[in-house]
């Protein structure tokens, strides 16, 4: 098989494609070293757990890596504890971090000084110059169709070749990212590889609960809400009964703050509500999932979904 190498910094995966990092909970050691172990590159999401609880995540992926895998960590720069859990995961040597929700010039320079890669998410060319000047090793740009919080109302492939023409590092497509014509079409227009969360979130690894996994096969694409949480931006969420609560600048109690955000609405507790998910209550709780999930008709292993990934890849060379 013919595949594009995919390199940033010290990385060189089997298999071009990265696993996106999801919070809450839901992509932890398991799903981010299995995806290691099948050729991709496995993220751990910061968001929601402790420094404790992260390098815990951190240390036993790496115990359950076989081989050759890589492991990085998602850090959110909205959030108050960004700059502590980038510096826990710069002590614990990751192989990358990757910074959603805004950047700062001071997460390069700590990347830098420790020789670690530090990736950008970003939804212009205009951002992602910016995050290459400060220091960026690559950008992964996310378009419109990706689940949880949005940067943007364009479409991925609107975007991607503005930003693959304004930067000289790897560009990994995300948003909407689901099978190989995906990643093929992406490669064709000039990105190094792509990035999905939707898509492995319905693997026997994935560390969400199973009611999470099937609250994704189960859902139709009519299922699928765009409503601005706590952070100020719209979210990608499934259609459920606290989605009915929120709707239309509705308002939940918030019983205890758990002072996460560096700004906040307070409608609600976006922090919380990704919480009663993550404990299997997927009713009551915020669902994030990208514009295509409703095409998810089973959950399987994970490498099983890379290589049907890499084989309908194959078949778009022909």
């Not at 690894?205 to 009519?222: G, I």
């Not at 606290?242 to 560096?262: M, N, S, W």
């Not at 404990?279 to 959950?299: K, P, S, T, W, Y």
Request: glycine share 12%.
């Amino acid at each position: 098989m013919n595949v594009p190498q995919l390199k940033i910094g010290h990385m060189s995966p089997k298999f071009p494609i990265i696993q996106g990092g999801m919070g809450v909970g839901i992509s932890l050691s398991g799903l981010a070293s299995a995806v290691a172990n099948a050729g991709g590159i496995g993220i751990i999401s910061g968001t929601g757990i402790s420094v404790e609880e992260m390098r815990f995540h951190i240390r036993k992926a790496r115990e359950n890596i076989t081989g050759v895998g890589y492991i990085g960590i998602n850090v959110l720069f909205a959030m108050n504890d960004f700059a502590e859990k980038m510096k826990a995961a710069l002590e614990e040597k990751v192989d990358f971090i990757i910074s959603g929700a805004g950047i700062s010039r001071d997460m390069y320079s700590w990347g830098r000084e420790a020789g670690i890669p530090v990736l950008s998410i970003v939804s212009s060319a205009k951002v992602a110059k910016l995050s290459e000047r400060l220091g960026a090793a690559a950008v992964v740009v996310e378009g419109h169709e990706a689940g949880g919080h949005l940067g943007t109302d364009r479409p991925l492939f609107d975007i991607l070749p503005e930003v693959v023409e304004a930067v000289n590092i790897p560009v990994i497509a995300a948003g909407g990212m689901m099978n190989g014509y995906d990643l093929a079409r992406a490669i064709s227009l000039g990105a190094s590889g792509v990035q999905m969360g939707t898509r492995f979130v319905a693997s026997h690894e994935c560390d969400a609960p199973q009611s999470f996994k099937e609250k994704y096969v189960a859902a139709k694409k009519e299922d699928l809400l765009l409503i601005k949480t706590t952070v100020g931006l719209e979210g990608r969420m499934i259609r459920n009964s606290f989605t009915e609560l929120i709707k239309d600048d509705g308002k939940v109690r918030v019983k205890k703050c758990l002072d996460c955000l560096k700004n906040c609405s307070y409608r609600f507790c976006t922090l919380d509500s990704l919480y009663t998910s993550m404990n299997g209550d997927c009713e009551n709780g915020l669902v994030f999932a990208g514009a295509r999930v409703h095409e998810i008709e089973e959950i399987l292993p994970v490498d099983t979904i890379i290589e049907n990934i890499m084989a309908e890849y194959e078949q778009c060379r022909f």
